[in-house]
């Protein structure tokens, strides 16, 4: 029987536009591609999901055109959404610019997906769940901050919480900020975020910190581009190499790495084993445009098969 993943992210619709180069301010982007998917918390769960999880999203849905792509998205991936529809708002968007170079700009507004209260969380028990994954977005968002905060200090047990404090770390309040770390059993965090979150510049000087703040069984990924990742717990600090390609499109690439990692530590992998599967799968994921374009399982495996070889 697969592990069992309980999303409590959200998912947006990513407005994607391939553009020459992201505008100065006052400018106008050239545009050479235009499509509407859904993003957001949607690719961890996809990555997960084809890394060969049992994935079911917990936060919120609305109605409207918007919510109607994010429900035809999850069920294209038969990914079950737990919590009642949210009848008074649309879902949230994000505005994605992808400039030549493959590098992403995102400018977001929520919808539903920003909105919760502890009586719907509480629903969800998440102890019924192996893991669990919170991104910072959920406590960033003025309609859902309160209720996961007071959600995270309270006493329901939640199981292998995976913390991703995302891009707007630096905004998060701190005591949901706090609640959030106390309760992780795995931060995995880019490395500007973990610099935000540790006070320190050196990506592996901050991953060994914010490790020592882990519990024994959990630790710390910080996600480093093109450098590969670092994976640190309270027993090791160890980087672990990149799977060079050329990059066309980087949107999502984090978030396949969070929901590849989270499906081999479920699986069994150790932590650097489950880095190094990570790397490969965001990679990959890379190479075609898209924000959910997790590869499957076993086209990670040939990759890492063929990098061997070599």
């Known amino acids: 029987m697969s592990a069992r993943l309980l999303q409590l992210s959200g998912v947006v619709v990513d407005l994607l536009y391939e553009v020459e180069m992201v505008p100065a301010p006052g400018d106008e982007a050239i545009v050479t591609g235009f499509s509407i998917k859904p993003g957001g918390g949607f690719n961890a769960m996809v990555a997960a999901k084809r890394a060969g999880m ?31 529809q949210d ?55 003025p309609g859902s901050r309160s209720a996961m905060h007071e959600w995270l200090k309270g006493d329901a047990p939640i199981t292998n919480l995976v913390f ?47 490790a020592a703040r882990t519990p024994a069984q959990g630790g710390v990924v910080v996600r480093d581009g093109a450098q590969g990742c670092i994976v640190a717990t309270r027993d090791i600090c160890q980087r672990v190499e990149p799977f060079d390609v050329t990059p066309v ?32 799968a965001a990679a990959l994921s890379t190479t075609r445009r898209g924000p959910a374009t997790a590869p499957f399982a076993d086209e990670v495996v040939a990759a890492l098969k063929r990098k061997e070889a070599v």
């Open 54 to 84: 049992d994935v079911s999203y917990g936060g919120a849905l609305g109605t409207g055109p918007f919510a109607r792509m994010v429900r035809e998205g999850l069920n294209r991936e038969a990914i079950p959404f737990l919590r009642p």
């Open 87 to 141: 009848t008074e708002r649309d879902q949230g968007c994000c505005t994605v610019m992808i400039d030549r170079s493959g590098e992403r700009t995102f400018v977001a507004s929520d919808g539903a997906e920003g909105h919760a209260n502890v009586e719907a969380l509480s629903m969800l028990a998440a102890s019924n769940f192996d893991w669990t994954l919170l991104s910072g977005y959920a406590l960033h968002y």
């Open 164 to 210: 991703d404090p995302s891009p707007v770390v630096a905004e998060l309040p701190s005591n949901a900020l706090g609640a959030a770390c106390e309760r992780a059993t795995w931060i995995s965090a880019n490395a500007r975020e973990a610099a935000v979150l540790s006070g320190m510049t050196d990506a592996v000087q901050a991953a060994q910190s914010l």
């Open 249 to 280: 499109d980087t949107n999502g690439a984090g978030d396949t790495h969070l929901g590849s990692f989270i499906a081999r530590l479920a699986a069994g992998d150790m932590p650097t084993d489950a880095a190094r599967y990570a790397n490969v």
